[in-house]
């Protein structure tokens, strides 16, 4: 591989895991982490390379299958969005006592922002409690190179290393000159030793002094110490950066004419903090700016922080992104020369996301509504979370809750002697992450709900990755297939049936049977199968097309738009009715069954 | 802030338009071409039918991956009022090349409010020299209105100072072989605006 490439970050830190000889790889699809995975698929077909690249059925697992493979002796990596470490958290802070032979990488990408995520957590500060070093990257190839480097320093110190990058950096494309990939040549080589790889608690004792003695050495590694970009730059202030704002900080003090004046330091390793560096900076500089995302991680390593200016001091924003134009004022501000006031935004009308046109998911929440209109609708993460705007979503707290909250709603209700109508929503595949063991506990607690699987056979909101049901992995390669009502009976659920939401008046009926049930039998769960729109996967039977067209009949009443909300149903100011976008339709023909006027009608 | 030694084009639209593929096209074409290029998006939620922001910067060396409010040179917008939103990034007298189409939001087909009048108006008061381009017309023109984006390419190109073969590997790269023909006479109709 000796040609340039426009790389996406993702692309480029998987490029960086077969380059360095990773031999198992495993991950679960999240914004803005998902491409990784599918990157390294693609790379291993491309250079034929043996290695294990899985798409998990959970964080938890994928970081533990990575682990196994390195205490084996093979280089190692798994990947996830940062609240997938949180579900990941409980293997990674075991496995930091324990340690690892071969290389062992967990890419954490996080969201400042947020874009894309529930919260805006720093996978840093979770580094941090678990004792592992993190490394920082600050653009596509700086975190292909750390992937190595990270490895490295994996074996070096036989520790786990985190990898995080933030969204401008998974997300971002760079021009890239890509290294060698050779074959790796370990074979799994698992040595035993029971006080390590089961130590009992006694021996966890000797195992946490043993990796605080890692950490001190590897706040000394040489190749990973913050640098100084402009050396020759004198002064008694300087500026801290890591991450993308080290690229904004590197830019912006050249645009204020600060780059001979104003030393740039650019943190690579966070945590642990290189322990030279932090005496360094005390003793050489007045006042420091730290710029880092989202919280103070370097900020709270400096030991005199009456000295720093970050996020503790109030400097710098705790909340949201650090974008250019806000690391360019606080820069400015710093080293107190004038810097250009960034112009206020001007309004408009909002546009929010919405469900694609012909998404079964949207018949799904309108037949909810139908068989269900008072109820409580808890729900999940997923391209499902866009119900909100037709109204079928109540909650969504985190990967699985839909089904706990549900079951919690209930027994809530029940104390009081109430019995409303609870409706959950849950994707096929976040049922398979984190769904089960819930469902279990509503059984053996008599919970009473409507539990509806949103089975489009993908997982769609990442960019369609495969399901434990869908009977291939990573890069398309064949696998086992789990059977979803056979697993849904198997957790004591009495009432299971499958029905096409696109069918509506049938899948409205079936809701409304669903509904009964749960009010006197129990749980009842409802799978609602109907492949989604825009996987090009999907090799499956796809409903017959249906194409429309509005009549005369209507009067311009908007009800499809407010209650079915599809972007091909467009309100006509000159004729006052509704018409079809025919650019935008998918021909679901779902939309015949909504209308109460019976005025959109199949094209025969 | 000013940067002297990169130019920075931010692309925005409606989710579905095909606003990120377009900036894929751009960023091959200013690679080939011998720059140095990067280009960030907001993928997942933004996709399904949301304002979609892609930003694209080139020069000799690029450090960020994002465009500084008040700093981009030109603003490649699909749609009318994503276009409009975004003019807070514009330099000074920057160029606004723009799709003349207007795509409602939510709050218009619910009839809560009108599209916002004057766009095109209110876009040139600001000091901005406005490129208005009926890609539509000029796509099912060309063979398929679905190549609409293909036109405002084309126009594009004859603002940056990169060669015309670069832009046609790049389509030749990007785009389907099924498609190729019409995508080309549409980045033709483009370039003769």
Not at chain 1, 187 to 203: E, I, L, N, S, Y
Request: charge should be negative; charged fraction near 20%.
């Amino acid at each position: 591989m000796s040609e340039r490439m426009l790389l996406l970050g993702n692309d480029a830190m998987a490029h960086g895991l077969v380059e360095n000889g990773c031999s198992v790889v495993a991950s679960y699809p999240g914004t803005p982490a998902s491409e990784i995975l599918s990157g390294v698929a693609q790379w291993q077909a491309r250079y034929q390379l043996p290695m294990h690249v899985e798409w998990a059925v959970n964080e938890k697992v994928a970081l533990e299958i990575a682990y196994a493979a390195s205490q084996a002796g093979l280089r190692a990596a798994t990947a996830m969005k940062q609240v997938g470490l949180n579900v990941a958290s409980d293997p990674l802070m075991s496995a930091a006592y324990l340690g690892v032979k071969g290389g062992f990488l967990v890419i954490s990408a996080d969201d400042p922002g947020p874009h894309s995520s529930q919260t805006e957590q720093d996978s840093r500060l979770t580094a941090m409690a678990a004792k592992v070093p993190v490394l920082d990257p600050d653009s596509p190839e700086h975190a292909r190179r750390l992937t190595g480097l990270g490895l490295e320093l994996s074996e070096a110190f036989e520790v786990p290393v985190m990898l995080r990058p933030t969204t401008r950096v998974c997300h971002a494309n760079q021009d890239i000159l890509p290294g060698a990939v050779h074959p790796a040549v370990r074979r799994a080589d698992f040595v035993k030793d029971p006080q390590r790889w089961a130590a009992t608690p006694v021996h966890r004792y000797r195992l946490h002094l043993a990796l605080e003695e890692k950490l001190r050495k590897i706040a000394a590694w040489e190749p990973t110490a913050p640098q100084l970009l402009n050396p020759g730059s004198g002064g008694r202030r300087a500026v801290i950066a890591a991450g993308v704002a080290a690229a904004h900080a590197r830019e912006i003090m050249q645009d204020l004419g600060l780059w001979e004046v104003l030393p740039l330091w650019q943190v690579v390793q966070p945590y642990p903090l290189h322990t030279a560096f932090i005496e360094q900076v005390l003793a050489a500089y007045d006042e420091l700016l730290v710029l880092e995302e989202t919280v103070g991680v370097i900020e709270m390593q400096l030991a005199d922080r009456g000295r720093v200016r970050g996020k503790r001091s109030g400097f710098v924003p705790e909340v949201g992104e650090l974008l250019p134009e806000t690391v360019a004022r606080l820069i400015a501000d710093f080293a107190a020369v004038p810097g250009e006031l960034s112009v206020t935004a001007p309004a408009g009308g909002g546009r929010r996301p919405t469900l694609c046109p012909g998404c079964p998911h949207r018949a799904s929440f309108y037949a909810i509504k139908r068989a269900a209109p008072r109820g409580i609708y808890p729900s999940d993460i997923g391209c499902y979370t866009l119900g909100l705007n037709l109204g079928g979503v109540d909650t969504v707290l985190c990967m699985g809750a839909a089904v706990s909250q549900a079951a919690g709603f209930y027994h809530a209700y029940r104390l009081s002697g109430e019995l409303p109508d609870i409706v959950a929503t849950v994707g096929d595949s976040t049922f398979f992450h984190a769904g089960i063991p819930p469902l279990i506990d509503a059984v053996v607690q008599d919970a009473r709900f409507v539990l509806v699987i949103l089975d489009n056979s993908t997982t769609a909101m990442t960019g369609n990755q495969p399901t434990p049901a869908s009977g291939c992995g990573a890069g398309g390669v064949p696998t086992a297939a789990v059977d979803m009502e056979a697993l849904v009976a198997a957790c004591g659920v009495k009432f299971c049936r499958v029905g096409q939401p696109g069918d509506l008046p049938a899948f409205i009926a079936l809701m409304k049977e669903a509904v009964a049930f749960a009010r006197t039998d129990g749980v009842a769960v409802v799978i609602a199968r109907q492949p989604c729109v825009v996987d090009r996967s999907y090799r499956g039977a796809r409903p017959t097309p249906r194409a429309v067209t509005v009549s005369d009949a209507c009067n311009g009443c908007r009800y499809c738009i407010e209650q079915f909300e599809c972007p091909a149903l467009v309100y006509d100011e000159q004729r006052q009715r509704v018409v079809i976008d025919t650019l935008t339709c998918s021909d679901c023909g779902v939309c015949t069954a909504v209308c109460p006027r019976l005025a959109i009608e199949e094209i025969p | 802030m000013t940067t002297t030694t990169v130019t920075n084009i931010l692309l925005v639209g409606v989710g579905g338009q095909g606003t990120l593929l377009a900036a894929e096209v751009m960023s091959e074409a200013l690679m080939a071409a011998g720059y140095d290029v990067k280009k960030s998006e907001i993928h997942g939620m933004s996709q399904r039918g949301g304002s979609v922001v892609s930003h694209v910067r080139f020069g000799q060396v690029v450090h960020s991956p994002i465009i500084c409010e008040g700093d981009a040179d030109i603003i490649f917008g699909f749609e009318l009022l994503e276009a409009y939103r975004c003019l807070s990034f514009l330099k000074p007298n920057g160029t606004v090349i723009a799709n003349d189409l207007r795509i409602p939001p939510p709050s218009v087909l619910l009839g809560k409010e009108p599209y916002p009048g004057g766009l095109a108006e209110r876009i040139k008061a600001s000091g901005a020299e406005l490129i208005l381009v009926d890609g539509l017309k000029l796509a099912t023109e060309a063979g398929n209105p679905k190549a609409a984006n293909t036109v405002l390419l084309g126009a594009l190109s004859q603002r940056l100072d990169i060669d015309e073969r670069y832009w046609q590997a790049a389509l030749e790269k990007m785009v389907p072989a099924k498609a190729l023909a019409v995508n080309q006479k549409a980045f033709q109709f483009g370039r003769a605006i």
